[in-house]
């Protein structure tokens, strides 16, 4: 079987909810990235493609009817370039990465784009159809930017709490402190700023046309756990999350260019994806359920994390990140070097391919050899990916 290698990856700067993106529907957002990634592969024919998986949790708006097969239309490349959306919510980019590259290695195509998309902003509100006709009473419109909405009655109720309430109930359960939690977010927004300075992701970000925005608009530079401090909690009058030390709603895209070996696409490929996990928990553990998914990973890429020098772990929360690092026992400096989702933001269906891709830049530009990148997803999953670097 061949092995699946990408060669290409980039994003859009993430936009603060109703902040410099609000006005760019998502399918418009999704074609940036698109006709970006190819464009970096200057031997790639687009007629090759042979299928673009995208990602998109919400689809119940300008993101409908496969955002994926919109982008490709929009983006102009040929007709005959197919393409799916996937939606596995906060993971659904990383799962069309981990379904390019089976792809690529079943041999059903050489050539394979993923990416996702999500405009938290631009999410709509939703109606319940009626049992009945003209009913007399009101009926209540529901928001679809982030969490449960018209939920089964069947459903327990510790099921189908909220996401800040699952992970204010994470941190009781191993106990870790506002303290602990202000000071990583922080740091995410330190790091972040600093990538930026250095020109790291100058390499990986595209301008979306007639916005400008230069630069992740959420980052905050100068934040100190001792300013976050003062922040009151979010979901619990006396907890420990606040809008601080939890990922901000977000819009924005990314996307990768996955192809084989012998793709010859006109530039070299910058990593492997050496290994693949994906795994569930009670819905209400969500955010713990990395730990398993990154094990099975490394498992299946044979190595080990003793043999891991870059993680890229999405920062849903503060308080689900520390307790994954702290359960894998790894050194926390090699997570999230670049920063993380708490300062870069996090529009659902695009995070995946944003951790993935700043990995295999982060492999290139260090000379490391593996890394791990991993994912939590709501409703009690998560998933995992490990690159091997290609140089």
Request: charged residues 20%.
């Amino acid at each position: 079987m061949p092995s699946a290698y990408m060669y290409a990856a980039t994003r859009t700067a993430f936009g603060r909810f109703g902040g410099a993106l609000a006005g760019v529907r998502p399918d418009d957002l999704a074609a940036t990235v698109l006709s970006e990634v190819v464009r970096k592969a200057p031997g790639l024919d687009p007629e090759r493609i042979g299928d673009v998986v995208w990602g998109n949790a919400n689809g119940a708006g300008e993101d409908n009817r496969n955002v994926g097969r919109m982008a490709v239309l929009l983006a102009g490349l040929p007709t005959s370039v197919p393409a799916t959306t996937v939606n596995r919510l906060c993971g659904s980019s990383l799962d069309a990465a981990m379904i390019a590259s089976r792809t690529v290695e079943s041999g059903d195509a050489e050539v394979v784009v993923a990416g996702g998309v999500e405009s938290m902003t631009r999410a709509p509100w939703v109606l319940p159809k009626p049992a009945r006709a003209f009913p007399a009473g009101n009926t209540t419109a529901v928001s679809t930017t982030l969490g449960w909405r018209l939920v089964n009655d069947q459903m327990p109720a510790e099921w189908t709490v909220s996401l800040g309430e699952a992970n204010e109930a994470l941190g009781e359960r191993f106990a870790i402190s506002r303290e602990r939690q202000d000071e990583f977010a922080a740091r995410s927004h330190d790091l972040a700023h600093a990538a930026w300075e250095s020109g790291f992701f100058d390499q990986l970000v595209v301008p979306v046309p007639g916005v400008a925005l230069a630069r992740d608009e959420g980052i905050r530079p100068g934040s100190t756990a001792e300013g976050l401090a003062g922040l009151k909690p979010s979901f619990r009058p006396d907890g420990t999350i606040t809008a601080a030390n939890a990922s901000p709603l977000s819009d924005g895209a990314s996307a990768l260019l996955i192809a084989s070996e012998s793709a010859a696409l006109g530039l070299e490929p910058i990593v492997r994806i050496a290994g693949r996990g994906t795994h569930a928990v009670d819905p209400q553990d969500f955010g713990f359920a990395p730990v398993e998914a990154a094990r099975k990973a490394l498992a299946r890429a044979g190595i080990s994390w003793a043999d891991v020098g870059a993680i890229e772990l999405n920062e849903a929360f503060a308080v689900q990140s520390l307790a994954c690092v702290d359960a894998w026992g790894i050194n926390p400096d090699l997570v999230n070097a670049r920063g993380g989702a708490i300062a870069i933001g996090h529009p659902l269906g695009a995070s995946g391919g944003r951790i993935l891709g700043t990995l295999a830049h982060r492999l290139r530009d260090s000379g490391e050899r593996w890394g791990v990148a991993a994912i939590c997803i709501g409703v009690g999953q998560a998933l995992a990916v490990v690159l091997e670097n290609a140089a």
